[in-house]
């Protein structure tokens, strides 16, 4: 594991140079093109753009899910072009919290089940304090009572609260939320976003994507994509 020496540890990411190129059918689709951002701890940031724009290629370049054709990704100080993909996967378990739009919970297993496996799987918490920090979890983002559900009993908003403590479970200081409130009612949304509100307030670098205008407006700053570069 490679750390950066130029002070890009002082930061939440960063990416510099930034670009990510795709062949089909002897063609070449660029996706991103020379991107240059910095994300900062303790900031809310969202990213948004007309579909194609490039904003899920990018979150796949802050999260390690692709890799850049060319320049740099660094998370926490680390370069993530340094890491193979073993150890690309355990960095992005303890360093970076995915929200999807979909939750992707574990339909068998209970709500805390969700949140304790996280941890189980990554094992950056101690065993004898993973179900203290599930409980905590849970309590904060207001679903103590439904701990024991499985998540086909929860409404869209809980299973969205339940996807966000599981991706807080390993305690990240980045946190990605992909299209958070796509599916929800605008009341419920409004709490979701509180929530992610607050983990930037807490200190981590909380970035999300969405086509909501009143979700960017939240947020401390909008990054606008237009053809796979930031505009």
Same mark, same amino acid.
């Given at each position: 594991?490679?750390? !950066? ?5 002082? =930061?939440?990411?960063? $990416? ?17 093109? !020379?991107?240059?951002?910095? $994300? ?8 948004? +753009? ?22 740099? =990704?660094?998370? &926490? ?5 340094? #890491?193979?993909?073993? &150890? ?29 496996? &996280?941890?189980?799987? =990554? ?19 207001? #679903? ?11 409404? +869209? ?10 991706? #807080? ?13 796509? !599916? ?15 983990? &930037?307030?807490? +200190? ?28």
């Amino acid at each position: 594991m490679t750390r !950066n020496t130029h002070g890009d540890h002082d =930061v939440g990411a960063v $990416l510099r140079g930034v670009t990510r190129a795709y062949e089909s059918g002897g063609r070449t689709f660029t996706a991103l093109s !020379n991107v240059e951002l910095t $994300l900062r701890p303790g900031e809310h940031v969202a990213i948004v +753009g007309r579909s194609g724009s490039g904003k899920s290629t990018l979150l796949n370049m802050l999260t390690g899910i692709d890799r850049p054709t060319s320049g740099t =990704v660094t998370v &926490a100080g680390v370069d993530l072009g340094t #890491l193979s993909e073993g &150890a690309l996967a355990t960095f992005r378990g303890r360093h970076i919290g995915i929200v999807f739009q979909f939750f992707q919970l574990i339909p068998t297993l209970s709500v805390r089940e969700n949140v304790l496996l &996280a941890m189980e799987l =990554v094992k950056a918490i101690a065993p004898g304090e993973r179900a203290d920090r599930a409980t905590h979890l849970l309590e904060s983002v207001g #679903l103590a009572p439904h701990a024991d559900k499985l998540p086909a009993a929860l409404s +869209g908003g809980e299973q969205q609260r339940a996807a966000i403590a599981r991706a #807080l479970a390993n305690d990240p200081p980045l946190l990605v939320a992909d299209e958070p409130t796509g !599916n929800l009612d605008s009341e419920t949304a409004a709490a979701v976003v509180a929530l992610l509100r607050g983990q &930037a307030r807490a +200190g981590k670098t909380v970035v999300v994507v969405t086509h909501d205008p009143s979700v960017a407006a939240g947020c401390d700053r909008v990054v606008r994509l237009a053809d796979g570069r930031v505009s």
